[in-house]
């Protein structure tokens, strides 16, 4: 078996392919003749990555400055030939402080070192640059999702990648191209939603935004799949633990986001910390090198996750040792190993090496891919951060994009007899947690891990609260908090201040968190806030409940009642000054749902459902469905063309609508296309999403909005597991309009 694998590596090893690039095979040339140079150690050290952590003397805190361990600093690249550090430890730096801590690893790297090989930095800029102050930070993911704005997601990626260089870091883990369709999972707002198609355009468009057309730009940065794949649906919902699918469910959900993420240029790619139907993926062959590289073709680098090529040994026990945790994650196809903390991987690698069970072609390829990307962003010329580009961060025009993001993202989903948006002449009771936290408003990944340290967060941002009281005046508004996440402060004041006011704006969910943290055995929102929110409801007094959270918490005694709910998700920044301008009226709410939200603990089906799972008893009754979001005026829907009504198997098939604003203000609408395929060999969806485009109509306005279907997109996993496309009736449905048409 070992052998086959060997055989299989060495006959794929970095052979230049026809249709390259000039620039690509000049990189290639130049990646062949410096590895031609390098020792074994030198080799593996590329693939070596540890946590600034490790090189560190003091711990960066709220109140204490992080201060580099120079000679820790110079063992590691000296040493052991680092190829790459990441994180902070464990606060956010400003970008001057950046520069310094880069600058000082580069002098090493590029003056010091035999063969002055630059070291790649990476961070975790999820939301914007996460770990640099001042920084933009957008909403999160999910939000994205829900703006079904494909200029947004490319622009958002675009910004993220300028203050990310600014920083002097080239390398953003990101973007996460995993489906949520896990709701109690607690990484589900890194995603862009339960569906496949959402994910993979606006997954597209991000790393177009982001890598740009030249790496080696100042407005660039590389990017990384994460996590391949099968992490965001674990069974019993917790982070880290094990997915079961099918090749079936593999290839037809989660592959094709990370297939469209590889074509659309992503030069690296994030391991799944967990395990897929019993095979930790680190260890996973068939997963990293068959299917990522013979299949998807993949050519870029392959990092582990956080120390989990030494949990295939401590925790997973798949391998008997440390030092087979090495040989198995690299023979499955692993290029980096984020170690992060010591120089193990390097030292047992070396061994492998040498003892010949590791063979020296498949560290060549490791370390070319490694060395291709430096190339690519352009290290090997200018490895230093620069200094004129400090002000490119938070630009007012990037600070006006986030803004406009966060009004795009916000979902009302609720609005009785047109309660919202509320005129500014009213007085409000403003309550619950999520009302003054900038860190609720963010959640993970800001400023530090968990997003958590209220106190880091900048001043001049605004709470909900605080955009209220700057709209309303002080005076019209009352806040009392209410609850914390799940303990009652003063219920009681929040219910006798209600009596005063015209309405109550109940902002509830969650506090921030990322990964393992965020854990839950319960998507039931906390029973405290379900008190407040009951007992304010039963004050008479319209209530406005506003969700702040990073998952769909069940809220269903609750919903019925409000007068109003928007579905905030994690907004971002510009997110407490966004919600107040959608309450009273000087925005017009754009988002729809990009998840299902569940009207139950249990109540886990998706948009696009199996006829099972609505036949006899079953049925989908969310409280409230994918797609769904309202808006101050309306749209209405006429005019569903097909271009054709039959179409042979290799044909585009063109679809247009035309979309008008009956309402009196403008407003934004997402036209979501679907298609139904109404017999299959395997039991078909309901519908599923094959195109979306967001427009802006001014009233009266009508515009019409063309789609293309491609072929590839009336294709399905077949019982053999292949794509195929079986002849047959399709249904086109946009709004409130169906089409039908046949494919020969
Ligand atoms: C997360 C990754 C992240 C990495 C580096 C891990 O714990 O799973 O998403 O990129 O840490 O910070």
């Given at each position: 078996m070992k052998s086959v694998i060997i055989l299989l590596i060495l006959t794929g090893v970095m052979m230049a392919s026809p249709g390259k690039s000039e620039k690509s095979l000049a990189i290639e040339k130049k990646v062949k003749e410096l590895v031609a140079k390098m020792t074994i150690e030198e080799k593996v050290g590329q693939m070596t990555q540890v946590t600034i952590q490790t090189v560190s003397k003091t711990q960066g805190t709220k109140s204490q400055s992080h201060v580099l361990d120079e000679a820790k600093l110079e063992e590691a690249i000296l040493k052991y030939h680092v190829g790459s550090l990441l994180n902070v430890y464990d606060v956010a730096h400003t970008p001057e402080y950046w520069h310094e801590v880069i600058t000082k690893i580069q002098d090493i790297a590029t003056k010091k070192s035999r063969l002055k090989i630059p070291v790649m930095y990476g961070i975790d800029a999820i939301h914007g640059a996460t770990y640099t102050v001042g920084a933009t930070l957008f909403p999160q993911a999910i939000n994205m999702g829900a703006s079904f704005n494909k200029e947004l997601a490319k622009r958002s990626g675009e910004i993220t990648s300028i203050e990310t260089r600014a920083s002097g870091i080239p390398w953003n883990f990101y973007p996460v191209l995993d489906l949520g369709r896990q709701p109690v999972w607690p990484r589900l707002w890194e995603t862009f939603g339960e569906d496949v198609y959402l994910t993979s355009v606006l997954g597209s468009e991000y790393i177009k935004g982001a890598q740009g057309d030249d790496l080696s730009k100042d407005n660039s940065a590389a990017t990384c799949l994460k996590h391949?794949?099968?992490?965001?649906?674990?069974f019993n919902g917790k982070d880290r633990t094990p997915a079961f699918m099918s090749e079936r469910t593999l290839r037809e959900y989660f592959l094709p986001p990370f297939e469209a993420g590889v074509k659309a240029g992503a030069l690296t790619v994030m391991v799944n910390s967990a395990e897929v139907d019993g095979i930790p993926t680190h260890s996973d062959y068939r997963l990293l090198t068959e299917i990522l590289r013979n299949e998807l073709k993949f050519k870029g680098l392959v990092v582990s996750d956080w120390e989990d090529i030494k949990r295939l040994y401590t925790?997973?026990?798949?391998?008997?040792?440390p030092k087979e945790a090495v040989r198995m994650a690299v023979m499955a196809g692993v290029d980096m190993s984020m170690v992060p903390y010591d120089y193990s991987f390097y030292e047992l690698l070396v061994e492998l090496v040498k003892e010949k069970s590791v063979p020296m072609k498949r560290i060549d390829e490791a370390v070319s891919r490694i060395l291709m990307v430096k190339y690519e962003l352009g290290l090997f010329e200018n490895a230093y951060p620069k200094k004129e580009l400090i002000a490119k961060i938070a630009t007012e025009e990037h600070t006006k994009v986030n803004l406009e993001a966060a009004h795009e993202t916000i979902t009302l989903v609720k609005n009785d007899k047109n309660i919202l948006p509320l005129s500014k002449d009213k007085k409000v009771l403003v309550t619950g947690p999520t009302a003054n936290l900038l860190s609720a408003l963010n959640g993970g990944w800001t400023l530090t891990w968990q997003g958590d340290e209220e106190a880091l967060y900048p001043k001049n941002k605004k709470t909900i609260l605080k955009a209220i009281e700057d709209k309303l005046g002080k005076d019209n508004v009352v806040y009392v908090e209410g609850t914390t996440f799940n303990k009652d402060v003063n219920i009681k004041e929040a219910v006798s201040a209600a009596e005063n006011v015209d309405a109550v704006i109940l902002c509830i969910g969650e506090k921030a968190y990322c990964e393992t943290p965020g854990n839950i055995d319960d998507l039931n929102l906390d029973h405290a806030q379900i008190e407040l929110a009951t007992h304010l409801i039963k004050t008479g007094k319209p209530v406005i409940t506003v969700l702040v959270e990073g998952r769909p918490r069940v809220i269903k005694s609750i919903a019925e009642k409000s007068k109003a709910v928007l579905v905030a998700f994690l907004p971002g920044m510009e997110g407490g000054v966004a919600t107040a301008d959608i309450l009273f009226g000087d925005a017009n709410p754009s988002g729809k749902l990009p998840v299902t939200y569940p009207k139950?603990?249990?109540?886990?089906?998706?948009?696009?459902?199996?006829p099972l799972e609505f036949f006899d008893a079953n049925a989908y009754t969310p409280q409230w469905s994918f797609g769904h979001g309202l808006s101050y005026t309306t749209f209405e829907y006429s005019d569903?063309?097909?271009?054709?009504?039959v179409i042979s198997k290799n044909e585009d098939l063109t679809v247009t609508v035309k979309v008008t604003n009956t309402g009196k203000r403008e407003g934004k609408e997402a036209v979501l296309l679907f298609l139904t395929d109404l017999y299959g060999s395997v039991s078909r969806p309901?519908?599923?999403?094959q195109g979306f485009e967001k427009i802006n109509l001014k009233p009266a306005e009508t515009k019409e909005v063309s789609f293309t279907i491609k072929p590839e997109q009336l294709s399905f996993i077949g019982r053999d597991n292949k794509r195929i496309t079986e002849a047959g009736d399709f249904v086109i449905t946009v709004g409130n309009l169906k089409s039908e048409f046949k494919l020969k």
């Amino acid at each position: 078996m070992k052998s086959v694998i060997i055989l299989l590596i060495l006959t794929g090893v970095m052979m230049a392919s026809p249709g390259k690039s000039e620039k690509s095979l000049a990189i290639e040339k130049k990646v062949k003749e410096l590895v031609a140079k390098m020792t074994i150690e030198e080799k593996v050290g590329q693939m070596t990555q540890v946590t600034i952590q490790t090189v560190s003397k003091t711990q960066g805190t709220k109140s204490q400055s992080h201060v580099l361990d120079e000679a820790k600093l110079e063992e590691a690249i000296l040493k052991y030939h680092v190829g790459s550090l990441l994180n902070v430890y464990d606060v956010a730096h400003t970008p001057e402080y950046w520069h310094e801590v880069i600058t000082k690893i580069q002098d090493i790297a590029t003056k010091k070192s035999r063969l002055k090989i630059p070291v790649m930095y990476g961070i975790d800029a999820i939301h914007g640059a996460t770990y640099t102050v001042g920084a933009t930070l957008f909403p999160q993911a999910i939000n994205m999702g829900a703006s079904f704005n494909k200029e947004l997601a490319k622009r958002s990626g675009e910004i993220t990648s300028i203050e990310t260089r600014a920083s002097g870091i080239p390398w953003n883990f990101y973007p996460v191209l995993d489906l949520g369709r896990q709701p109690v999972w607690p990484r589900l707002w890194e995603t862009f939603g339960e569906d496949v198609y959402l994910t993979s355009v606006l997954g597209s468009e991000y790393i177009k935004g982001a890598q740009g057309d030249d790496l080696s730009k100042d407005n660039s940065a590389a990017t990384c799949l994460k996590h391949y794949i099968g992490y965001s649906f674990p069974f019993n919902g917790k982070d880290r633990t094990p997915a079961f699918m099918s090749e079936r469910t593999l290839r037809e959900y989660f592959l094709p986001p990370f297939e469209a993420g590889v074509k659309a240029g992503a030069l690296t790619v994030m391991v799944n910390s967990a395990e897929v139907d019993g095979i930790p993926t680190h260890s996973d062959y068939r997963l990293l090198t068959e299917i990522l590289r013979n299949e998807l073709k993949f050519k870029g680098l392959v990092v582990s996750d956080w120390e989990d090529i030494k949990r295939l040994y401590t925790r997973d026990r798949v391998a008997e040792s440390p030092k087979e945790a090495v040989r198995m994650a690299v023979m499955a196809g692993v290029d980096m190993s984020m170690v992060p903390y010591d120089y193990s991987f390097y030292e047992l690698l070396v061994e492998l090496v040498k003892e010949k069970s590791v063979p020296m072609k498949r560290i060549d390829e490791a370390v070319s891919r490694i060395l291709m990307v430096k190339y690519e962003l352009g290290l090997f010329e200018n490895a230093y951060p620069k200094k004129e580009l400090i002000a490119k961060i938070a630009t007012e025009e990037h600070t006006k994009v986030n803004l406009e993001a966060a009004h795009e993202t916000i979902t009302l989903v609720k609005n009785d007899k047109n309660i919202l948006p509320l005129s500014k002449d009213k007085k409000v009771l403003v309550t619950g947690p999520t009302a003054n936290l900038l860190s609720a408003l963010n959640g993970g990944w800001t400023l530090t891990w968990q997003g958590d340290e209220e106190a880091l967060y900048p001043k001049n941002k605004k709470t909900i609260l605080k955009a209220i009281e700057d709209k309303l005046g002080k005076d019209n508004v009352v806040y009392v908090e209410g609850t914390t996440f799940n303990k009652d402060v003063n219920i009681k004041e929040a219910v006798s201040a209600a009596e005063n006011v015209d309405a109550v704006i109940l902002c509830i969910g969650e506090k921030a968190y990322c990964e393992t943290p965020g854990n839950i055995d319960d998507l039931n929102l906390d029973h405290a806030q379900i008190e407040l929110a009951t007992h304010l409801i039963k004050t008479g007094k319209p209530v406005i409940t506003v969700l702040v959270e990073g998952r769909p918490r069940v809220i269903k005694s609750i919903a019925e009642k409000s007068k109003a709910v928007l579905v905030a998700f994690l907004p971002g920044m510009e997110g407490g000054v966004a919600t107040a301008d959608i309450l009273f009226g000087d925005a017009n709410p754009s988002g729809k749902l990009p998840v299902t939200y569940p009207k139950g603990p249990n109540d886990i089906v998706h948009y696009d459902y199996k006829p099972l799972e609505f036949f006899d008893a079953n049925a989908y009754t969310p409280q409230w469905s994918f797609g769904h979001g309202l808006s101050y005026t309306t749209f209405e829907y006429s005019d569903l063309k097909l271009a054709k009504n039959v179409i042979s198997k290799n044909e585009d098939l063109t679809v247009t609508v035309k979309v008008t604003n009956t309402g009196k203000r403008e407003g934004k609408e997402a036209v979501l296309l679907f298609l139904t395929d109404l017999y299959g060999s395997v039991s078909r969806p309901n519908k599923q999403l094959q195109g979306f485009e967001k427009i802006n109509l001014k009233p009266a306005e009508t515009k019409e909005v063309s789609f293309t279907i491609k072929p590839e997109q009336l294709s399905f996993i077949g019982r053999d597991n292949k794509r195929i496309t079986e002849a047959g009736d399709f249904v086109i449905t946009v709004g409130n309009l169906k089409s039908e048409f046949k494919l020969k």
